[in-house]
């Protein structure tokens, strides 16, 4: 019988979505390490209740190479008819 599963598993490999990558929030933080170092940099004890969420992961945006280098300072953006315009605090609108 475990061979004739196995066999079934095989073929439901094509049937499989894609792994999807998530990121996780600790009481509210970021956690970028594992889960006992986020516990003992922010002051948590594990054996205490924790709240955790998870949600997926977002991947940085690509560099299309497009568009006008911005300024550190950006004062305001606004998205209008496919257009990104910014307003900077010497300023400019780009």
């Given at each position: 019988?475990?061979?004739?599963?196995?066999?079934?598993?095989?073929?439901?490999?094509?049937?499989?979505?894609?792994?999807?990558?998530?990121?996780?929030?600790?009481?509210?933080?970021?956690?970028?390490?594992?889960?006992?170092?986020?516990?003992?940099?922010?002051?948590?004890?594990?054996?205490?209740?924790?709240?955790?969420?998870?949600?997926?992961?977002?991947?940085?945006?690509?560099?299309?190479?497009?568009?006008?280098?911005q300024p550190d300072?950006?004062?305001?953006?606004?998205?209008?008819?496919?257009?990104?315009?910014?307003?900077?605090?010497?300023?400019?609108i780009r």
């Amino acid at each position: 019988d475990d061979e004739d599963r196995d066999d079934n598993d095989d073929q439901d490999d094509g049937h499989k979505l894609p792994s999807l990558p998530f990121d996780f929030l600790i009481n509210g933080k970021l956690l970028r390490t594992g889960l006992e170092t986020a516990a003992r940099r922010y002051g948590l004890s594990l054996e205490d209740n924790l709240e955790i969420v998870y949600f997926p992961s977002q991947q940085a945006p690509q560099e299309s190479g497009e568009g006008e280098p911005q300024p550190d300072w950006i004062a305001a953006i606004q998205y209008c008819n496919n257009l990104v315009v910014t307003g900077g605090y010497d300023g400019s609108i780009r």
